[in-house]
C-alpha cells in the first residue's frame, strides 16, 4: 500500500487530497497546525517551524513516503501597487509559501528516498509566473510562488540523483476558502486533475510545472 504525506490537511485542496488517497486504499498521513479531525493518520505539523518539523521527522523515522504532497499556503494581503506594503506580512508569506516546503521537503527527503515511487509535489500558483503576470496586484503571494517555483526546480537537481521526482502544480482557481466562492473550478475537479497526472509521473517529469489538467505552465 502506497503512502502519502499531506501538508496543509485541515481544508481546501489538502482534505481534498486526503479524501481521494483515502479512497484509493493508499496510507495517508494528514498533517496541520490542528490535526483534530483530520482524514487518515493525522499529525501535527506547523510548517514554519523547526521543531514542529523535527518533531515529525523523528515520529516517522525510517518509514517510506511515496508521495510527498506540499499543499500548505496562504495569500496575505492581496492589494495592488507597492504603496504602504506590510512588509513583515510578505516576510510572513514568503515562510510559508517558499521556505517552509523546501524545509519539509529537505527533512522527508529520506523517507522519500526509501520508498516505491518516489514523487514530492509541491503546489504553487500561475500566479506565481512571471511569464503569465501582467496585473499589478497580490505582489506578495506571486513573488512567493515565483521563489518556491526557482527553489523546487534548484532542489530538483540535486534530489533527482536519489532517484527523487520533484514537480509544481498550478490547481487551478479552485473553491477553496483561498480561492473564494466564485472561483473557477470545484475542490473535485482540481484534485481529480492533478491526482490522474500524479498517477502517470515518473523521473523524467522531474522539474515540471504542471497546470492540473497536464499542460505545462511556462515560467
Ligand atoms: N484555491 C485556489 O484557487 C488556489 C490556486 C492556486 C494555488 N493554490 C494553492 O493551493 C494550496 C492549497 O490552497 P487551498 O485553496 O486549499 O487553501 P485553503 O483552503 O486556504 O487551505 C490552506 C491550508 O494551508 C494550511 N496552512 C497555512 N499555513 C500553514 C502553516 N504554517 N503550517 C501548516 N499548514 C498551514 C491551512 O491550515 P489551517 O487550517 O491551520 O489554517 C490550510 O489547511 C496552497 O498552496 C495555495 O497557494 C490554490
Redesign the pocket.
Known sequence: MPTVLI??????????FAEHYTAAGWRVIS????PDGLVGEALP?????DA?VQSLVDSLAGEPIDLLL??????GPRGTGVAGLDYAAWAEVL???AI?PVRVAAALADNVAQSDRKLMVF?????GSITQTSSSDSIF?RSA?ACLNQAVNVMSNDLKSRGIASVLF???????????AG?AID?TT?IRGMTNVIERLGIDDNGRFINYDGFDIPW
Not at 7 to 16: C, E, F, Q, W
Not at 45 to 49: A, I, Y
Not at 123 to 127: D, G, L, V
Open positions: 501538508t496543509g490537511a485541515s481544508r481546501g485542496l489538502g482534505k481534498g498533517t496541520a497546525r490542528n505539523l506547523d510548517v514554519t517551524s514542529s506540499n499543499n500548505a499556503g496562504i495569500t515562510q510559508v509559501d517552509a503546489i504553487s500558483s500561475i500566479m503571494y510562488k498550478h490547481p487551478g482557481w479552485v473553491r477553496t476558502d483561498m480561492g473564494g472561483a475542490v482540481s
